[in-house]
């Protein structure tokens, strides 16, 4: 599928860099890769997720893309701009009970023509049973399936697409991890000189490690690239902030212009600078830091 399918896709993203005392005192640059910049409906990583699995279902003749998330959920939201834009029904399947009026990132996927339905908290924590899906399919006939967050091997195929837009041009890589898609492409596309930190933003993160080798099984048939978890950064848990994660957000918007989300690109962020502090990176070592744009909004 040719990028050109949703107008106004800016590929390849910007890469700026970031002066601050701090990683000049180190000796370390550090640049921003600014996939949150590629489109104001499809950002980031939701872009390059949903890429390939546009493209398969396509090929397999499917008309309906149907997927999962929380009542705030940018991917449900990307997903209902991706299915307008490229001539698909598209059902969106919510955690918890239906809330009216509607929030306003429900709002926008009811407006680009999306159908909701809703799963009780309970069934949604089975949403990957044969039970639940043939369920929906009994209900809404047959759909294009993408899992919540976007995390397949057709996601990782579209990721490990980024380290090519940045060449040789730096050393380490770091991500905000949620479901492991975005880091299992990504270092599946490092070179053999180059590395990827993902920084889980939720407790208890050491899970993942299997879920990412999971997915690059899928696709490669083992591990891919050299990369490690930093999962002492999550603050508390998924949504979970503090006063200093918060001082954090203040201070990088104060000194670079950059809001920071606070749920992902903050943690992350936090502990690309925390690490830098603590002597990590040899003097003279490239990172890039992905600025994916935001992820689920917390319910609060």
């Given at each position: 599928m040719e990028d050109g399918v949703i107008?106004?896709?800016?590929?390849?993203?910007?890469?700026?860099?970031?002066?601050?005392?701090?990683?000049?005192?180190?000796g370390v640059r550090v640049l921003l890769k600014r996939d949150d910049l590629i489109h104001p409906e499809v950002p980031g990583n939701k872009w390059r997720k949903l890429k390939y699995n546009v493209a398969t279902a396509r090929e397999l003749g499917f008309g309906t893309l149907l997927t999962f998330?929380?009542?705030?959920?940018?991917?449900?939201?990307a997903t209902a701009a991706v299915g307008e834009y490229c001539g698909f029904r598209t059902i969106g399947v919510i955690r918890g009970e239906e809330h009216l009026p509607l929030n306003p990132s429900l709002r926008y996927a009811v407006s680009r023509g999306m159908r909701l339905t809703y799963l009780?908290?309970?069934t949604y924590r089975e949403?990957?049973?044969?039970?639940v899906v043939d369920a929906l399919r009994a209900e809404f006939g047959e759909f294009y399936l993408i899992p919540e967050g976007g995390s397949n091997a057709e996601a990782?195929?579209?990721?490990?697409?980024?380290?090519?837009?940045?060449?040789?041009?730096?050393?380490?890589?770091?991500c905000a991890v949620g479901t492991g898609g975005t880091l299992a492409g990504v270092a599946a596309g490092v070179g053999p000189d180059q590395s990827v930190v993902g920084v889980p933003v939720l407790k208890g993160g050491e899970f993942l490690e299997?879920?990412?080798?999971?997915?690059?099984?899928?696709?490669?048939?083992?591990?891919?690239?050299s990369w490690r978890l930093e999962n002492d950064y999550h603050f508390g848990g998924y949504a979970k902030r503090s006063p200093e994660l918060d001082a954090f957000v203040d201070d990088f918007e104060a000194r670079h212009g950059l809001r920071l989300d606070w749920v992902y690109e903050a943690k992350m962020m936090y502990a690309l600078f925390d690490q830098v502090a603590r002597g990590?990176?040899?003097?003279?070592?490239?990172?890039?830091?992905?600025?994916?744009?935001?992820?689920?909004?917390?319910?609060v």
């Open positions: 107008a106004g896709l800016r590929l390849p993203s910007p890469v700026v860099e970031v002066g601050d005392e701090r990683l000049t005192a180190a998330g929380g009542a705030y959920s940018n991917h449900v939201r009780d908290r309970a949403k990957r049973s044969d039970a990782v195929r579209g990721c490990a697409e980024l380290p090519a837009e940045l060449g040789s041009s730096f050393d380490v890589l770091f299997g879920e990412i080798v999971g997915l690059q099984r899928q696709v490669y048939g083992g591990r891919q690239g990590t990176f040899a003097r003279g070592t490239t990172i890039v830091a992905l600025i994916s744009g935001s992820g689920d909004v917390p319910e």
